[in-house]
């Protein structure tokens, strides 16, 4: 009888090592995926807090150029008036509100004049438009400024008809 050694197929070999390399090579981890998602996560978090601070900041400077806005307008009124007109008394004088292109952003509107400053025969005029930058302040027309309340204050000078050549250069 013959002996025969069996002879083993000679496959490849690989070691334990190389195997788990292999393993890694065909994907990623659970784990892998979930640390991925959670920075992706504090990723798009901060991008969305960004854009709620964006918003916040347009809409504030649209109510504070849209302030400037009617303050100019209003003050150009005054300056237009007659230097002995009853609106251009010394004193505070409360306007009232106002609103602009459809925004719900309401307005108060006061202006103060001052007889002979800096000299006689010139008036000085400083008027103020004050809005809320919370819905939960309703007056803003209140002095001192209450808070959470943001106001735009425009200085002008009127001149007695006598002195219009004098405030013209300066």
């Known amino acids: 009888m013959a002996h025969h050694t069996q002879t083993k ?3 490849p070999r690989y070691s334990q090592y190389s195997m788990s390399c292999r393993v890694a090579e065909r994907g990623l981890t659970l784990l892998e995926v979930m640390v991925a998602l959670v920075i992706l996560a504090v990723g798009l978090l901060a ?3 960004m854009q709620v601070s964006s918003i916040q900041a347009n809409t504030s400077g649209f109510a504070s150029t849209a302030a400037v806005s009617v303050a100019d307008q209003r003050v150009q009124q005054l300056k237009d008036l007659a230097f002995s007109d009853a609106s251009l008394t010394a004193g505070t004088h409360t306007v009232g509100t106002a609103t602009t292109g ?9 202006y103060s004049v001052t007889d002979s400053a800096p000299i006689a025969g010139v008036k000085l005029i400083a008027y103020t438009v004050a809005w809320s930058g919370n819905r939960a302040v309703t007056n803003c027309s209140l002095s001192p400024l209450p808070a959470n309340c943001h106001a735009v204050s425009l200085l002008t000078r009127k001149c007695d008809e006598s002195l219009q050549e004098k405030c013209r250069l300066q």
């Open 9 to 11: 197929t000679q496959y």
């Open 102 to 110: 459809g925004t719900n952003i309401l307005y108060y509107l006061s």
């Open 47 to 49: 991008l969305a807090s």
